[in-house]
């Protein structure tokens, strides 16, 4: 099993920038692909990034493409999603997840994850 907490939300003006970290325990993450989803007031929670366990494939919701960058450090146990040119719209609660790694995983369904964080409110003001 792996326990996900999230880090580094907070309030920034659009166009600016904001990285947010998942810190995960076990020995095992390295085993684990890793993703990030949001959930606005009154909506569903919806993909934004994952990333395979090595790090080597990536995947991008078209409303965040150029804009977040997801990665990993398996040697720290930790997730980042460096998040740019931030849009009132990206307004959220950002949570992290986790599955062990395997093919033919769907990255993009919330329900393809078996582990999550308690999420990080992300407000961009505009």
């Known amino acids: 099993q792996v326990q996900l907490v999230e880090s580094g939300g907070g309030l920034v003006q659009a166009g600016g920038s904001l990285r947010l970290s998942c810190a995960a325990s076990?020995?095992?993450?390295?085993?684990?692909?890793m993703a990030w989803f949001h959930q606005a007031p009154g909506k569903e929670r919806e993909f934004v990034a994952a990333?395979?366990?090595?790090?080597?494939?990536?995947y991008y919701a078209d409303s965040v493409k150029g804009r977040f960058t997801i990665s990993r450090d398996n040697a720290k146990n930790t997730g980042y999603l460096q998040m740019n040119s931030l849009k009132p719209e990206d307004t959220a609660v950002y949570y992290c997840?986790?599955?062990?790694?395997?093919?033919?995983?769907?990255?993009?369904?919330?329900?393809?994850?078996?582990?999550w964080g308690q999420g990080t409110q992300v407000t961009v003001s505009s």
């Open positions: 076990g020995r095992t993450f390295r085993r684990y692909a």
């Open positions: 990333v395979t366990w090595s790090g080597d494939n990536k």
């Open positions: 997840a986790a599955e062990n790694q395997g093919y033919g995983l769907q990255y993009g369904n919330k329900q393809t994850y078996s582990y």
